[in-house]
């Protein structure tokens, strides 16, 4: 069970690598960005329920188990996120456009810059916070985003895709977390 919980992590961590590598040189997956997106975020939360399944019933990982539990929760939250999110975003309205996508109107992608790389960010700090052992981090984590994002946030309809970004990103680290921890405690 451990195994198959740990396998089901990793390629929750590898998929979306996969998608953003096909979406990049698969002209077809470019033309279907928004399908690309809600279909591989509606995979991963897939495979990250059936590996919280069978992390349920697994006995205590110990050792290298440990220690790749940990490093695939860290890489499910991290690389795992983007695809979610963005599925999040396109049901709530806002259709980002895809990356590389030079010729389409900057305002597409909805008024908040840099939301990408921040997300990355923003996972891989909420994550490695949570298995530091220091849930206090959050607060921190989540009060520096809002403060720096604050001044944009009176664009039309920043405010919405700022809370629905953050959530959809922060409940995804998380839950690989809690996947990681279920494997391991």
């Not at 495979?47 to 695939?72: K, M, Q, T």
């Not at 994550?127 to 520096?144: D, F, Q, R, S």
């Not at 405010?159 to 279920?182: N, P, Y």
Request: aromatic share 4%; glycine share 12%; proline share 6%.
């Amino acid at each position: 069970m451990i195994v198959t919980a740990i396998t089901l992590l990793a390629v929750v961590a590898i998929v979306p690598i996969v998608v953003a590598l096909g979406r990049s040189r698969i002209p077809s997956w470019r033309a279907h960005s928004t399908r690309v997106d809600v279909g591989a975020g509606a995979l991963l939360i897939t495979l990250a329920g059936v590996a919280a399944l069978f992390a349920l019933p697994a006995a205590h990982a110990a050792g290298a188990g440990l220690v790749l539990a940990r490093i695939c929760a860290l890489a499910a939250a991290v690389t795992g996120g983007a695809p979610v999110v963005r599925s999040v975003l396109a049901a709530g309205g806002v259709v980002p456009r895809p990356p590389g996508d030079g010729n389409a109107d900057p305002d597409a992608a909805g008024p908040l810059r840099g939301g990408r790389v921040i997300g990355y960010l923003e996972r891989l700090a909420v994550a490695g916070t949570l298995l530091a052992g220091w849930p206090e981090g959050l607060a921190i984590i989540l009060a520096v985003k809002s403060l720096a994002r604050f001044p944009e946030l009176r664009a039309p309809h920043a405010s919405e895709q700022f809370i629905m970004g953050t959530f959809a990103s922060v409940l995804w680290a998380v839950s690989m977390v809690g996947i990681g921890h279920l494997i391991v405690v």
